[in-house]
């Protein structure tokens, strides 16, 4: 059903012929995650129907109609994210939504058609059919952990990581790109792969380099009377392989000349020679088609890189809200919304503050820009996932047992589904954690928050989505006025 689904993903993709971006693989990787996990939670379905004493046949029968409601609420909120991106997003954050929307539609197709086809055909063939080994038969199964009692205990977790990020947030701040501070990136290549960031950035020193103001004023064709903007120290970034550094600066970034890039390259080749081992002329150094020298560039205005930070802030907020406006009508009390959005903002503020505290501390770049939002709105979509899988258990369980309380209908659901948050979570780690180690130095950072995002978003679903709905509702009263009443003999 996977296979299926990737070849389905790429060739809309290919039909539309979409551009496969660092955030559209970010869309790739949430798509594949709800793919595992609308098949993980019909297959546990099946095993509790086997467990119920039903045939195998009755089983998927049954497994698959009870797991329709989680895995439709899991995908809807989800996609709600991806049209709002497609319709505000802009760049690789547009990117990303197209690829979460049409990943959620081919997933939806694949798990709940082509798997439930597969299993046809072989009841058909009467081969037989297993969901578990010796080793998995019992794994997580009848536990029962008293979660809601254990709020106190995950509130302070989350206070102690949330005092963390925002201690660090504030301090330390984050380190924005040029797509929301305005800039120019030129990522350069040394003939030496021992080079040090240190040593680049001496060259580039705002002491060590000289500007010609009237050498400026003829290339860019500025009146006498423009001041040129003082050159300051730029970022100096390890990028890649060995030798290969990325270097932002924002000099003479609100001036539009075409003549601009060619000055500061001027700047940047004359400062930088004494780091090359070989003789080097200022074309081969400018050129993007050598091996060393500058071997990409990026330019991103201050007016531009206002606009990229507003509509991100403005694309996540109205995602937030309509996943907040669904899920309360859907499961028919604000209360479940209120915790979702609750959970979700934790899951964000411990990513960014992550990012706060890390930066310039871990060897990779971790760098905030459209790729990081991508990364944060995967993050969302993931953990909105399995919090939603939760609270539809809940729900259920409500229906099925009214005069239960509310703390053994909430325990009831998040142990039923921690095989569930196990596997989803485990299969996700192993693909971020594969993508981590053998991928390249460049796409690090952006794996770094899905790391954290993943992990914030499992503890969040399991231990502090549903203790916070349970506290909105007050349900430690309304367990006391189920107590207190008095029992018709």
Not at 98 to 111: A, D, R
Not at 123 to 145: A, C, G, M, P, V
Not at 396 to 407: D, G, I, Q
């Amino acid at each position: 059903a996977l296979l299926v689904n990737v070849f389905f993903l790429f060739g809309v993709l290919a039909c539309l012929g979409s551009v496969l971006t660092l955030p559209g693989i970010a869309g790739i990787v949430l798509t594949l995650g709800m793919a595992v996990d609308s098949n993980v939670i019909i297959f546990e379905r099946i095993k509790e129907e086997i467990k119920a004493g039903k045939g195998i046949k009755l089983a998927i029968q049954d497994g698959y109609k009870n797991a329709y409601s989680a895995i439709i609420d899991g995908n809807v909120t989800t996609l709600i994210t991806g049209i709002i991106l497609i319709i505000l997003g802009t760049g690789p954050v547009h990117s990303f939504a197209v690829t979460l929307c049409i990943g959620i539609l081919t997933s939806l197709f694949t798990s709940i058609f082509v798997s439930r086809l597969i299993f046809e055909r072989m009841l058909d063939k009467e081969r037989e059919i297993s969901f578990s080994t010796e080793w998995t038969r019992n794994f997580l199964q009848d536990k029962h952990y008293n979660f809601i009692d254990l709020r106190k205990t995950s509130f302070i977790i989350c206070i102690c990581f949330l005092v963390v990020s925002l201690g660090s947030l504030a301090i330390r701040g984050l380190n924005l790109g040029i797509d929301f501070k305005g800039g120019r990136n030129y990522v350069v290549q040394f003939d030496d792969p021992s080079i040090k960031v240190e040593q680049v950035r001496e060259a580039l020193a705002e002491s060590k380099v000289t500007i010609n103001p009237q050498a400026i004023h003829s290339a860019l064709e500025m009146r006498e009377d423009q001041e040129v903007e003082g050159w300051s120290t730029p970022e100096v970034k390890t990028y890649g392989t060995n030798g290969q550094v990325k270097i932002t600066t924002k000099f003479l970034i609100n001036n539009d000349s075409p003549a601009v890039d060619s000055v500061i390259q001027v700047i940047l080749y004359e400062n930088l020679m004494g780091l090359y081992n070989n003789d080097l002329t200022m074309s081969q150094f400018s050129s993007e088609d050598e091996t060393v020298g500058i071997l990409s560039t990026q330019k991103v205005g201050a007016t531009i890189a206002s606009d990229v930070t507003r509509k991100s802030i403005i694309a996540i907020i109205v995602a937030l809200a309509l996943m907040f406006i669904y899920i309360a009508i859907r499961f028919k009390k604000w209360q479940y919304g209120v915790a979702s959005i609750m959970a979700l903002t934790q899951d964000t503020l411990i990513v960014l503050g992550m990012y706060s505290l890390f930066y310039n501390i871990l060897p990779f770049t971790m760098e905030v820009d459209q790729s990081f939002i991508a990364a944060v709105l995967t993050v969302i979509g993931y953990s909105i996932n399995a919090t939603v899988v939760i609270f539809d258990r809940v729900r259920e369980n409500v229906n099925l047992h009214p005069k239960a309380s509310w703390k053994d209908n909430m325990n009831s659901a998040v142990n039923s589904t921690l095989t569930r948050s196990f596997n989803t979570s485990g299969s996700t780690l192993v693909v971020l954690l594969a993508i981590f180690i053998f991928g390249g130095d460049t796409i690090r950072g952006f794996i770094f928050a899905l790391l954290v995002g993943v992990l914030a978003g499992t503890f969040s679903s399991v231990f502090l989505s549903s203790p916070f709905a349970y506290v909105l509702m007050k349900g430690n009263k309304k367990d006391q006025d189920i107590e207190d009443t008095p029992k018709k003999k």
